[in-house]
């Protein structure tokens, strides 16, 4: 019996490929989503993309209405696999990765703060300072030799990978950032830690 682990309820496309009696040998089962169990069947992997990876992380993806986020300040939205959140403030829009580049913390739930003149999200669970519109970490600094003097702020760099908001019609798209730069959220951003639970 075939199967199609997405529950297709007419017939699958594998049911389609059987009738026309293609032998295994000739679908090329490499990266395919299509594969053979222990027991002979064939199974899809919905794990496995079919399209282009490069080509999908470079589309813009249209991730709410404009006046919603007005209204909300903020918003959140999976943009090819990666969990962004795109605050509205100051009339300015601005995505970055939604968990924290120092330990994951949930930075859709963070209150928006100036420091130094800089617009930041603090982020809620150990209250780091990240711009939002360039996701540098700021943190203040005090000269050891003048303690009484004022502490500055100062900034630690690029951490919280920052993306592209654009506004067509209404309509809010956001853009992965193709910075080839190593960023300390991407490791938050894949692998295990990329699905934020509800907090
Ligand atoms: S997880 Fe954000 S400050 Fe620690």
């Known amino acids: ?15 389609i490929l059987a ?13 395919s989503q299509i594969y053979l169990s222990s027991d002979s069947q064939l199974h899809m992997d919905p794990n496995v993309s079919v399209q282009n990876p490069e080509k999908k992380e470079q589309s813009s993806v249209c991730v709410g209405r404009e006046d919603d986020i ?6 959140t939205a999976v943009v090819h696999d990666r969990e ?10 601005h995505a970055m990765d939604i968990r924290c ?8 739930l963070g209150e928006i703060e100036d420091f130094d003149g800089r617009s930041c999200i603090v982020c809620p669970w150990h209250k780091y300072k990240i711009t939002l519109a360039t ?17 500055k702020w100062c900034s630690k760099g690029l951490k919280q ?21 190593k960023c300390d959220s991407d490791f938050y951003a ?3 830690f990329k699905v934020i639970q509800s907090s």
């Open 1 to 15: 019996m075939l199967i199609c682990s997405r529950n297709c309820p007419g017939p699958s496309s594998l049911s």
């Open 19 to 31: 009738l026309q009696v293609i032998p295994l040998n000739s679908i090329n089962l490499e990266n």
């Open 70 to 75: 007005k209204k909300s300040g903020r918003m």
């Open 84 to 93: 962004v959140v795109i605050f509205y403030h100051k009339g300015e829009y």
């Open 101 to 108: 580049y120092h330990s994951g913390g949930p930075l859709h």
């Open 135 to 151: 996701g540098e970490g700021l943190y203040q600094s005090i000269n050891p030799k003048d303690p009484s003097a004022k502490p």
């Open 161 to 181: 990978r920052i993306h592209t908001v654009t506004v067509d019609n209404g309509n809010i798209y956001v853009t992965l950032s193709k910075e080839t730069f």
């Open 190 to 192: 894949t692998g295990d």
